[in-house]
């Protein structure tokens, strides 16, 4: 008999011109830990590397998406990280540019970190069952993955406040309503209709798709130079509010299933 082998955390596959990364913890809703990010990190720099890829898909297995960030990684002090390229951010993709157009196929719930995935990338496809939203703010947290200084981006202010303020999630019709993604599509089919998707993409000029990109991304020396104060801003932040009473009191309360006590301290 062989041991158990322990599955990849994510899975890199070619489909033509095309890598597909899939998040693979279906057990815990493809939540981000350390191994995640190594992962899904090297695996988008290794498209980045090769002119062969023309597009990057990214999805989870399962039915869900991404539940965010693993609690149990962060309650044991883990680093989620990739250890080697902390810069890359959250999964190690969403301070991690490349040049080729990245799709996110939301095949389930993409709450927190999941959002923060989906605003990450260039296009969205997202089933019917997708729920989006950013519920840190339950938690006595902020979105500090992009999510707070991106959401205003992609949506009406208005609408990306009562989101921010709220915590409360928004359905994929809701969100293809407000432009945050770019199709609804049958549950069980965001894979297929991101790669169709890509395919409308990697028949053009791929010097003149990543060159579009770059610009209409505003990116300097492989960086997207007006997303560089607003993560100044989410570090200063995130700094003062995780080590607050209230950080620590809205996980317990989600653990112990009672409504969290704010202090405000």
């Known amino acids: 008999m062989t041991a158990d082998v322990e599955a990849p955390a994510a899975l890199a596959e070619r489909r033509g011109n095309v890598l597909v990364i899939t998040l693979n913890r279906p057990e815990a ?53 990739h250890p080697d390229h902390g810069e890359w951010g959250f999964a190690g993709y969403v301070h991690h540019y490349i040049d ?36 840190e703010v339950k938690r006595g947290l902020i979105a500090a993955a992009g999510g707070v200084f991106r959401i205003v981006d992609h949506l009406p202010r208005k609408v990306a406040m009562e989101l ?43 010097l003149a798709v990543w060159a579009s990109k770059r610009v209409a991304m505003g990116v ?11 993560w100044s801003r989410t570090m200063r932040e995130i700094g003062t509010v995780i080590r607050s009473e209230d950080a620590k009191e809205g996980p317990l309360a989600f ?11």
């Not at 991404?66 to 989620?80: P, Q, Y």
């Not at 999630?169 to 209709?193: F, H, R, Y």
């Open 255 to 265: 653990a112990q299933k009672r409504q969290p006590v704010w202090k405000a301290k």
């Open 164 to 206: 921010l303020f709220t915590g409360e999630p928004m359905s994929s019709a809701d969100a293809l309503k407000w432009g945050l993604i770019n199709q609804v599509v049958p549950d069980g089919t965001a894979v297929e209709a991101a790669l169709a998707l890509a395919e409308r993409i990697t028949c053009n000029a791929p």
């Open 100 to 135: 080729k157009p990245t799709i996110a196929a939301v095949n389930g719930t993409a709450l927190g970190g999941g959002t923060e995935l989906a605003l990450a990338s260039d296009l969205v496809v997202a089933e019917e069952r997708a729920k989006f939203g950013l519920p």
């Open 29 to 81: 809703r493809n939540a981000v830990n350390k191994a995640v990010s190594v992962a899904v990190g090297d695996a988008l720099q290794a498209a980045q590397d090769d002119p062969e890829v023309r597009a990057v898909v990214i999805t989870g297995a399962g039915e869900s998406f991404c539940a965010g960030a693993d609690l149990k990684a962060i309650s044991r002090r883990e680093n989620l990280f």
């Open 220 to 230: 300097d020396d492989g960086v997207i130079a007006g997303d560089e104060p607003g």
